[in-house]
């Protein structure tokens, strides 16, 4: 709906005497949610869907409930136990060491920026002097949220190029640092590209930002899930040397809006870059304490992990395990799916849980009004992207309750259209 309309349908809602609950709520319930598209709904199968298990939802409630503050130990320590065991599990999988920690936050663009702000500021302590530009060095096929963490630090980007797989290699970051490396504090490699869900090669990226002294930062915020998955870790060899990393529960771990966990191999180096002084704060300060607010760009702080800790806890890591594999299995079907029709095409193998696909024939237009139309019917979300520049159809898959009989419908119509 538009602005307009949702004026004309609920009147203005901000009063001197208050509209009263029951009618406030008729309002959201009548008009304002119908507004809203339902983010895990099985065929919403675009950007990067959301899948909250029925624990994690109903936890959030209590989240909500309970007036927890999950800034400091002092106030939330309970609270910031269960979420650094969550945390801990994470950085398990990714081959950290013991003493690797984190925080969670409120998304992969906060978390990157979090991150790179303690990277540029280890650098500084570190090299005991300042480039006339800072940079960061990161493949062209990165997530924007990178884009703007440089915007936001006022620091420059290295574009690396890519291979014709689309991944980020250590010869081409040594090449690019060799010819041009003034300035440059870390490297960005992506596990799991949202558009394509390419995994950069880890292993060589860590090799080389280790020989020329960068921090390694890995962008997992969607695929770094799959180390839920134990067959699926061999694609991430090389993440247990980064200095950080982030993966979002709310996008493939089954956690509602909104969680980022971000992890450090030296919490002590996130800790130096972030924490706030300020008079009233001393009393939450003993050293000894663990105060997720010192480890990112935040201080008062939702203990936003807790509705993926509860579900985790619930369920354990067995179901996480099934659950993410459904993704990546029901994108291989998918992919197996377009490829025995004739009126489509597979644009490449499907890469985690994403499969890319066209019409032969169709502009960008026709793919355009296609799904605007699919949206319309309340039928499916399924949006054109850019690849290649070429305009293509794309399947994102986190939802264990989505089914090949969901994706061979939308082909049926695509067909049809
Ligand atoms: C989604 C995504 C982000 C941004 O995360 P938000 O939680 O939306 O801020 C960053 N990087 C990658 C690879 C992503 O898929």
Redesign the pocket.
Known sequence: MTAEELQSAVGETITADGLGGAKALQLFDDVLSNACISVDHPRYLSF?PAAPTEAATMFDLVVGASSLYGGSWLEGSGAVFAENQALAWLARLAGMPESAAGVFMQ????G?LTALVAARDTAARERGGRPARWRVACSSEV?S?IDQAARVMDVDVLEVPVGDDGRLTGDALRAALASDGDGVFAVVA?A???NVGIIDDLASIAEVAEEFGLWLHV?G??GLAALAVPEMRGQFVGLERADSFIT?P??WLFAPF?A?ALIYRDPEKGRRAHTQQAGYLDATMAPADFNPSDYGIHLSRRARGLPFWFSLATYGTDAYAEAVRAGISLAQQAAAEIRSRDSVELVREASLSIVLFRRPGWDRARYFEWSARLLTEEIALVLPTTHRGETVLRFAFVNPRTTIDDVRMILDLLESA
């Open positions: 990067i998304g992969g663009t906060v990157n997530h949220s992506t799991g590209t949202t962008d915020a969607y979002d709310h996008k909104d980022c």
